[in-house]
């Protein structure tokens, strides 16, 4: 099967599916797509998600005031609805046209954007209970003196599984409905990942000195291989490797992790170039920068996810673009550590895919993609002194098809299309902040702070429900995060 462009005629584009017969091929509608002709565009769909192409029968049919699909870059369609079948999408259609399908249950939003969940593409995801713990401090000194003490005296299982719910639950009530986690007992975070039904990839963290969790290196790379054999066949958990740094983890531990992440094709995660101090340090060490070691072993490639990446010049963009490894750019984070800025425009313009992420609540202090979006648009604008830089169909491209392509799963998530997995979150844009409404994609990016997301779906099951979890018990989360608050920074009450 596959998608053709029918638009040669200048009239709206139509989405068919080819199905090859034994007279060539018989095309078959779907659903408009576009409202205008969009030369060039060639649409594809996942080849593992069949749809029945006379459907009439749905689990789900969306009425929102707008669709956001992503794809085409800077599309809005108005008076469309989206159907979704088996936990994937399976129209996208006119609203006069969605009246011929049979729904279980069927939903008006007006005033609301329909557009994918987000996705987080890198984070710490129970540090949310340090979110706070000591800010105004420099990387190393906030790392070192601070954060690493914490986490020596309170991390262990039950710390990490309230700490990551508690990050999924803010990050499902702002619009995010896939995130990547590195941090210690990546099974808890499984765990929490697993009750809460969104979709994630664990990266297991890997270092050279010991830990709650781990002995050493071989201990932490054999826990999380046995962890993934545990979940391979989750379809909602893909687990990695997440190598913390070239300056805790050595080159042997380097290689070795390159070795199995080529042998069983999964992906890498690490933080690299994060602060200009690290890669002087690296190069008077090494005599060489830390993407050029990590190139030099074949640990670099579209596997790989580099993350802030601060500290480039045009040999590191070039050799990122040859290698097709992906960025994710931490905006926030970044600048409350001033740890410097990613060009993000200069890796575009070689073809560098980058995505967004919110790194820990502890140094940013919040996990929300809406708040990385408009930062990556102002930040890119002012970093390329340019302000058509980085306009706003780039920075929701980054933050949903990016972080996609960046954990490999571009096929089933990132945008809104007919066989994609049905990810998707609708944004209430009636609200005083989001008025008047010139333009639905504008307002996500450069007015929406996250509150405005009232429904969220994840392969179709829904998690949010007009501002409400639906599989998490909120209150009794809260209760749980006060008494590990009260565990970390007792209350003084000798007074």
């Not at 020596?152 to 702002?174: S, Y």
Request: glycine share 8%.
């Amino acid at each position: 099967m596959f998608l053709k462009n029918f638009a040669d005629n200048g009239g709206p584009l139509r989405l068919y599916f080819g199905a090859a017969g034994g007279n060539g091929h018989r095309d078959v509608p779907i659903g408009d797509f576009l409202p205008t002709k969009h030369p060039g565009f060639t649409a594809t769909r996942p080849s593992n998600a069949p749809m029945s192409t006379t459907q009439t029968t749905v689990d789900t049919l969306l009425h929102p005031e707008w669709i956001v699909p992503v794809l085409p870059r800077a599309t809005v369609l108005s008076n469309h609805s989206l159907a979704i079948t088996e936990g994937r999408i399976s129209h996208i259609l006119p609203r006069a046209d969605a009246a011929g399908l049979t729904p279980a249950q069927q939903l008006d939003l007006p005033g609301h954007a329909l557009m994918p969940g987000l996705v987080n593409a890198h984070g710490h995801a129970a540090m949310s209970l340090l979110r706070g713990y000591a800010d105004d401090l420099p990387l190393m000194p906030w790392l070192e003196q601070h954060i690493w003490p914490a986490e020596g005296t309170h991390v262990g299982p039950e710390f990490v599984r309230d700490g990551t719910a508690l990050a999924i639950a803010e990050m499902l009530r702002a619009g995010t409905t896939t995130f990547s986690d590195m941090y210690f007992f990546p099974d808890a975070a499984a765990g929490a990942a697993i009750t809460a039904g969104i979709r994630c990839q664990i990266v297991f963290p890997i270092l050279d000195f010991p830990t709650a969790w781990a002995r050493d290196a071989d201990d932490y790379i054999s826990k999380g291989l046995r962890l993934r054999d545990e979940l391979k066949h989750h379809e909602l958990i893909t687990i990695g490797f997440g190598p913390h740094a070239p300056y805790t983890v050595s080159p042997d531990t380097l290689q070795k992790v390159a070795t199995y992440a080529a042998e069983l094709d999964v992906p890498v995660q690490i933080h690299l170039h994060e602060t200009a101090a690290e890669v002087l340090a690296a190069v008077e060490e090494h005599g060489e920068r830390p993407l050029d070691s990590l190139n030099a072993i074949g640990l670099l490639g579209p596997r790989t996810q580099c993350v802030h990446m601060t500290d480039l010049g045009d040999q590191d963009i070039a050799a990122l673009a040859a290698s097709g490894a992906h960025v994710v750019h931490c905006p926030q984070s970044n600048m409350k550590l001033a740890s410097g800025t990613c060009p993000v425009s200069k890796l575009l313009a070689r073809g560098v895919n980058v995505a967004l992420g919110t790194d820990s609540a502890a140094s940013n202090n919040d996990l929300n993609l809406f708040a990385e979006m408009q930062s990556a648009a102002l930040l890119g604008k002012l970093t390329a002194a340019d302000a058509a830089a980085l306009p706003a169909a780039d920075a929701l491209y980054m933050a949903t098809m990016g972080g996609a392509r960046a954990l490999g799963l571009e096929q089933e998530i990132g945008s809104l299309e007919p066989g994609k997995q049905a990810d998707i979150i609708a944004v209430d844009l009636s609200g005083p902040e989001c008025q008047p409404l010139y333009n639905p994609l504008s307002q996500l990016v450069y007015a929406c702070n996250g509150s405005q997301v009232s429904h969220s779906w994840v392969a179709g099951t829904q998690l949010l429900e007009n501002r409400r979890l639906t599989r998490l018990d909120l209150k009794d989360l809260l209760q749980r995060t006060s008494a590990w608050q009260e565990k970390i920074n007792p209350t003084d009450t000798s007074s």
